[in-house]
């Protein structure tokens, strides 16, 4: 692609958006209050508000390989802590998605070089559930429920989180796990009961004021 398309894109998506409202960009310049933080995956076919069906202003976004949300990783978590301190979003998603890359990845035993520690976070969400995962025999249905419980282990990830505890005792912020499923286009909640499986751990990563 000629990168000139992308400013006649952008030229003609302007034209369109003055269209309908001609005061939108200026509403837009106004200011954010978005309700959602999406975390999801850099995979250039799933993109955030496309799949949601919402507009720009509407979702906080965060796109890293393979959704993730390391403790240790200051990106995540400084978007977590301006997305739920700051911008008081109501709804935190992780969005995965079946294809992921970087699960697969992370299911060879290639030497990846800088992507290593990356993808070892994953490594790690098999070994929490290695007992399930291996019962499964068929190979793509193994990835297919890696890619669910690496959503489920970063939505625990971001409750473990100072700011999310605190937002919890403050107001009511939801914390959602979905996959996209790329072969059909649906976006699919894997209904994660957060209490049942925190019950006995959660006194681990508890933090008060
Ligand atoms: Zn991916």
């Not at 990106?75 to 970087?102: E, R």
């Not at 992370?106 to 007992?131: C, E, F, T």
């Not at 009961?193 to 006995?200: M, V, Y």
Request: glycine residues 6%; proline residues 2%; contains cysteine.
């Amino acid at each position: 692609m000629d990168i000139k398309q992308i400013f006649q894109n952008n030229s003609d998506w302007v034209a369109k958006q003055m269209q309908t409202d001609k005061n939108y960009f200026d509403k837009l310049a106004q200011g954010q209050s978005p309700e959602f933080l999406y975390i999801g995956c850099s995979d250039s076919r799933v993109s955030a508000e496309e799949l949601m069906g919402l507009e720009p202003g509407d979702v906080f976004v965060h796109r890293n390989i393979a959704n993730m949300v390391p403790n240790t990783d200051i990106n995540s978590m400084s978007v977590i802590n301006y997305a739920v301190m700051h911008l008081k979003v109501n709804h935190i998603v992780v969005c995965g998605h079946y294809g992921c890359g970087g699960v697969h990845a992370a299911m060879q035993q290639s030497d990846l070089g800088i992507l290593n520690p990356w993808l070892r976070n994953i490594r790690d969400v098999y070994r929490i559930h290695h007992k399930e995962l291996d019962k499964i025999t068929a190979e793509e249905d193994k990835y297919k429920r890696l890619i669910e419980l690496n959503v489920q282990e970063q939505c625990i990830n971001i409750i473990k989180t100072a700011e999310v505890q605190k937002a919890n005792r403050d107001r009511s912020l939801k914390v959602y796990g979905w996959i996209f499923d790329i072969h059909t286009g649906k976006l699919i909640d894997l209904n994660i009961n957060f209490d049942e499986i925190l019950k006995d751990i959660m006194a681990i990563y508890k933090i008060t004021d």
